[in-house]
């Protein structure tokens, strides 16, 4: 099955970067792109119009946890703490509101939020996504069929996935004072590891190669050094990505610091983390202050020099009053960085908008984070890290995840500059059809692969008896 799309403004891939064709022509055959360019002048079985389209490489959101996201909204926003000197720490929603809600949930619960979570990132033209689950804060020790059921609802629903299954030594929260607690699991979490790495093993290839799997120690301060050398063991022998939460706050930076005697960078180096298959989640804190140039310059030569991406999540970090300091100026110090939703809204149009603006803010320049590097964490960037050089571009070879964006609206008319569109002016609705591994999943704006309003109806009926649970 040979089709054609046509008559859009196409943004292309040249093997450096994107370019635009206008108007333009992308070709696919099955799951493979097969040409893009200005002309066209082969068979093709069927032809979609993308007159007033932008055809533009499904978006990479590299980072996002859908199964207990619907139940922290409305509980996480809005709330902050104050430490000992009266300074805000935003420590309460971290370690406190968000491990509370995540023991409110229950497996049903979970999937229910995994359904309408998929069913946003679809709509709003994510293709790939990367789940980090955390069912080990319910699932008891080793427990993996929540991980598993969610899997299936990505699969179900034609998205392409990274499931990561999260494991870790101990887990934290907070003392009524505001102060931090560490407390190990029983075995030091290693049964649940094992069953996690058992699923990444099995898992791995499963719907048609669009689920693919990867190892995912929760956070760098719940991680003990042997279980960190342990999940690089596996990662190499598995040949699959591994993802870290790092760099979330000043406490974490100051506990590693403590604890392993070492920066956060040199700890995950000295753990023989560091590699182009690696992913920093967060990124924020990764020196005392939180500003990159205050990195040693070992540790930036050795963030660059192993090709370790940071994924941003910059609406997050802007919600809980934190910015990236900053993406212009990973860019200059040559480090890889890809985008991520993390949690609500689902949309990463909203993240490149945020990580643009914020970027622009914190380096009083409003040349800061120009749109066509954000465009490209969105897209190449998050395919790189996951060693994916057939994702996110469009070009003769790569898979068929194309998504296709609405210009012939009073927002968007003229587009000059397609990039300036979708980064600064864009957002998910915008969306109007997308297609991932040559099959369309959302057509006129609307998913095609799932009852969304029995879908939610579902999750509001789970998120009665989940609410009913919580005591904050
Ligand atoms: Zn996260």
Not at 48 to 56: K, S
Not at 251 to 275: D, P, S
Not at 362 to 388: C, I, K, Q, Y
Not at 394 to 402: E, K, M, S, W, Y
């Amino acid at each position: 099955m040979i089709t054609e799309i046509r008559n859009g403004t196409v943004i292309a891939w040249n093997g450096t970067e994107h370019f635009v064709i206008d108007p333009g022509v992308v070709v696919f055959s099955g799951n493979e792109i097969t040409f893009v360019g200005a002309n066209f002048d082969g068979y093709s079985d069927s032809i979609i119009d993308a007159t007033g389209r932008i055809v533009m490489p499904g978006l990479i959101n590299c980072h996002l946890h859908v199964t207990d996201t619907p139940f922290t909204q409305g509980y996480l926003e809005d709330i902050g703490d104050k430490g000992p000197a009266g300074s805000a720490t935003n420590l309460v929603s971290l370690y406190k509101v968000l491990p509370e809600v995540r023991h409110a949930t229950d497996p049903n619960a979970q999937v229910a939020a995994a359904e309408c979570a998929f069913a946003e990132l679809a709509r709003t033209g994510s293709t790939t996504v990367v789940e980090l689950g955390y069912d080990y804060e319910i699932g008891g020790n080793g427990d993996i069929s929540a991980t598993e059921r969610v899997a299936e609802v990505a699969g179900r629903l034609g998205l392409r996935c990274y499931s990561g299954p999260r494991y870790r030594t101990r887990h934290y929260g907070q003392n009524s004072d505001g102060s931090i607690f560490y407390k190990d699991y029983p075995n030091k979490g290693r049964s649940r590891f094992d069953v996690c790495a058992e699923f990444c093993e099995q898992w791995n290839g499963r719907f048609d190669d669009r689920l693919r799997t990867m190892l995912a120690p929760g956070q760098v301060d719940t991680c003990d050094a042997e279980l960190l050398k342990e999940t690089r063991r596996i990662g190499d022998s598995l040949k699959i990505p591994i993802q870290l939460h790092a760099g979330q706050s000043p406490n974490e930076f100051r506990r590693v610091g403590k604890t392993e005697e070492r920066t956060t960078v040199e700890y995950l180096e000295e753990c023989g983390l560091l590699g182009p298959d690696f992913i920093i989640g967060h990124g924020q804190i990764m020196s005392g202050d939180g500003d990159m140039y205050s990195m040693a310059s070992h540790e930036v030569a050795v963030l660059r020099d192993s090709e370790t991406t940071i994924c941003h999540l910059p609406w997050v970090k802007a919600r809980r009053g934190g910015v990236i300091n900053s993406i212009q100026k990973y860019k200059d110090l040559g480090i890889r960085q890809s985008l991520g939703t993390d949690t609500f809204p689902f949309d990463l149009f909203n993240d490149m908008r945020m990580a643009a603006v914020v970027c622009k803010i914190v380096e009083h320049a409003a040349d800061a984070a120009p749109s066509e590097d954000v465009f490209a964490m969105a897209t190449t960037g998050g395919a790189n890290a996951l060693g994916r050089a057939d994702l996110g571009r469009l070009a003769p070879g790569c898979r068929a995840d194309i998504v296709l964006v609405r210009v012939d609206t009073p927002k968007a008319a003229p587009v000059y500059d397609p990039f300036k569109f979708l980064v600064l002016s864009a957002n998910g609705e915008d969306v109007d059809r997308v297609i991932v591994d040559g099959t369309t999943i959302v057509k006129d704006g609307t998913l095609q692969t799932l009852d969304v309003p029995a879908a939610v109806h579902r999750l509001n009926e789970a998120s009665k008896r989940v609410w009913k649970r919580l005591d904050l």
